[in-house]
């Protein structure tokens, strides 16, 4: 177990804008910082964070919380995992105590296969570095690579043993089970029951997720046994899908960043080679095509894209239709192909760091001169296959979502092609109307499902919309203020020299979490919306037993479910406004006034619409009932009318009846 203190240390120093932009490229927006969500595929930034109050909301998934909760919901990690991540990042030296037995028993699944992986990487590594047989093969094949030690360890690379279960007799020797030495791939079953590794013989590159955990790896033979792939992956697992990763991305995310580009190439020693050679925006598909999964690994930390290509790469064509996927994700597509007998790899090694950033800068070139140059070629003077490449063209510019940009390829592509504009704009009105037609079918489907389920709750929330609104208003008003003594004032009926009762003001100071504890108390008021009460109450037994209210704190110890919601409160006063919630009754407090006004109006305003609320029933028994005497019902609607009467006045301001 963390020990208090070290965890404490840890949300002390944590900042959540340094945490979420290693894996979010965060622009500022006032006092505020946005970006596209890492949960979600969204063209417009809703993904919102406050270094103020140290929280995040991403408004297209509902998700938030502090730098903890960003770690455990994008990394998947564990909360001791998550302060052990942090705690690394910012140097902090953790304090623990050993775990027991039955503390590693209750690990989860994932958490198993992860700290599987983790060893496994540490084994393949001590491996190559520390035996024969590792330093005769597998560290002598990187060394002729022509890596260095530094990038050798940096990228933890390694090699796995030639005896058929030399790895697995090891792992299953320090503790691990066997149930996930199979799931994450390291260790294959045979029908007769025995085991073999499934890396045998391989020099090993290990592949990290964006925060640098260990998620699978790749594995390259050395022979050239004809009958044995040249390189194998791990299998899909729960923690490694390859369709949604991206080698090299944990050391390269801070400079695709800061270069606000980022290098595509295809292989692990390309990433490497460029990486050792100064060039640390660079990440590899790992020999798989490129998946929109993995665009959008990308497009969090920029919107650029400079796809490397080797100069006798086998087929190009179809290499280039990844392009089309990165167009459909919205970003700008470079590319760059090296000399003939050439890839980044040869080219990195021999080739000096300034002049390999010239001939980089020089060499990017727009996709779409880089795919007019490829498929004239394969054209020639054939003007069928000119016609088909022209319209292969069109169609790459239609999957851009922005129009201008669409517009300026088109006289480009005219350019180059020597083709009419007005033929290529018709031809991209053809597609794009085509799009738009077939997503208009799907929104519709979708559209039908969701106005029978609208027209079926409509009229539920007309009536709570208000109440759940005010409560809502309570809960941001005790989370920012909530601690905070100010002065209120009291209205008390007091006895004049002739007897008689008049009301008079007096002011009185209150924290203000206890003058809306009483105010609530005194009305027998409860919050209806269950998780705004269940967060009121826990608000109010935090102000009571603490005396300073510290918010990362208070967060931590909130569950899942509460914590989000109270992110969600915090972050829509940053970025949503009430839309004609004065007609309803319902005023957002401007900067001109106090804290105790804006407590004071929403607690009457509450009050105002609970005994509304009671109006209406009355009336609707009235009317329900065929016979009998109603004067007793009249007599306490005239009654309650007063005391709405009696709201507007401690307002300043005429309080309607609600419709």
Avoid at 105 to 132: C, G, I, P, R, W
Avoid at 415 to 442: C, P
Avoid at 520 to 539: G, H, R, S
Wanted: charged share 30%; glycine share 6%.
């Amino acid at each position: 177990m963390i020990s208090k203190s070290t965890i404490e240390t840890v949300f002390e120093t944590a900042r959540v804008e340094e945490v979420i932009g290693d894996f979010v490229q965060l622009k500022r927006a006032g006092t505020n910082l946005k970006g596209l969500s890492p949960f979600s595929n969204e063209k417009s930034p809703s993904f919102m964070v406050s270094p103020v109050k140290q929280i995040w909301k991403d408004f297209s998934s509902g998700k938030g919380g502090n730098a903890v909760t960003f770690l455990m919901e994008h990394e998947h990690f564990s909360y001791p995992e998550a302060i052990k991540y942090l705690a690394r990042k910012y140097n902090i030296e953790i304090e623990e105590t050993e775990q027991s037995t039955e503390d590693i028993v209750e690990a989860n699944e994932k958490e198993s296969m992860y700290l599987v992986s983790e060893f496994a990487q540490k084994y393949f590594h001590n491996a190559m570095l520390n035996t024969d047989e590792g330093q005769a093969i597998g560290l002598s094949y990187f060394k002729e690579r022509g890596f260095t030690s530094d990038t050798i360890k940096k990228f933890g690379l390694g090699f796995s043993p030639e005896g058929w279960d030399v790895f697995t007799k090891e792992a299953l020797g320090q503790g691990f089970k066997l149930e996930y030495l199979e799931k994450t791939g390291l260790t294959i079953p045979r029908e007769d029951g025995r085991h073999f590794d499934r890396f045998k013989g391989r020099v090993m590159f290990p592949i990290h997720s964006m925060s640098g955990r260990v998620l699978g790896f790749g594995g390259r033979i050395l022979t050239n046994d004809k009958k044995v792939a040249k390189y194998v992956n791990s299998p899909e697992s729960e923690i490694y899908h390859k369709s949604k990763v991206l080698y090299g991305i944990f050391y390269a995310k801070q400079a695709i960043a800061k270069q606000d580009n980022c290098f595509l190439c295809e292989g692990y020693t390309d990433v490497i080679q460029l990486h050792q050679a100064g060039i640390e925006n660079v990440v590899a598909s790992s020999g798989t095509a490129l998946t929109p999964d993995q665009i959008r690994l990308v497009n969090r930390l920029t919107k650029n894209i400079t796809v490397l290509f080797d100069g006798d790469a086998a087929g190009l064509r179809a290499s280039i239709r990844g392009i089309d996927l990165i167009l459909e994700e919205g970003m700008n597509v470079k590319v760059c192909t090296f000399p003939e007998g050439e890839d980044p790899d040869s080219f990195a090694k021999k080739t000096p760091h300034d002049d390999l950033l010239k001939y980089l800068a020089e060499n990017a070139m727009d996709f779409i001169q880089f795919k007019a140059s490829i498929l004239m070629k394969e054209a020639k003077n054939d003007p069928i296959k000119k016609a088909d490449l022209i319209r292969d063209m069109v169609v790459s510019i239609s999957k851009i979502p922005d129009r201008i940009k669409r517009e300026i390829y088109i006289q480009e592509c005219s350019r180059i092609m020597d083709i009419s504009e007005d033929v290529l704009f018709n031809t991209l009105a053809q597609l794009v109307q085509k799009d738009i037609q077939e997503a208009g079918k799907q929104l519709k489907q979708e559209q039908k499902a969701f106005e029978v389920h609208k027209n079926e709750d409509s009229a539920v929330k007309v009536k709570i919309d208000v109440q759940d609104e005010l409560e809502r208003k309570l809960i941001e008003i005790l989370l920012l203020y909530g601690n905070i003594e100010e002065e209120f004032t009291d209205f008390v009926w007091r006895a004049t020299e002739d007897g008689e009762l008049k009301e008079s003001k007096e002011l009185v100071k209150a924290k203000v979490y206890q003058r809306i504890y009483l105010s609530l108390q005194e009305d027998e008021v409860e919050l209806t919306n269950p998780v705004f009460k269940a967060i009121y109450n826990n608000l109010i037994d935090y102000f009571n037993q603490n005396d300073k209210f510290e918010f990362e704190q208070y967060l931590m110890q909130l569950s899942p479910e509460l914590a989000q919601e109270v992110t969600t409160i915090l972050m829509n006063e940053e970025n949503m406004v009430l839309h004609n919630w004065e007609a309803q009754q319902i005023y957002v407090k401007q900067k001109n006034e106090t804290i105790s006004q804006y407590v004071t109006e929403t607690i009457l305003t509450l009050r105002w619409y609970l005994v509304n609320k009671i109006i209406d029933e009355i009336k609707t028994a009235v009317q329900n009932e065929t016979a009998g005497d109603n004067s007793e019902n009249l007599s306490m609607v005239i009654d309650y009318s007063k005391l709405v009467l009696n709201f507007s006045e401690k307002l300043g301001r005429v309080m309607s009846r609600y419709n």
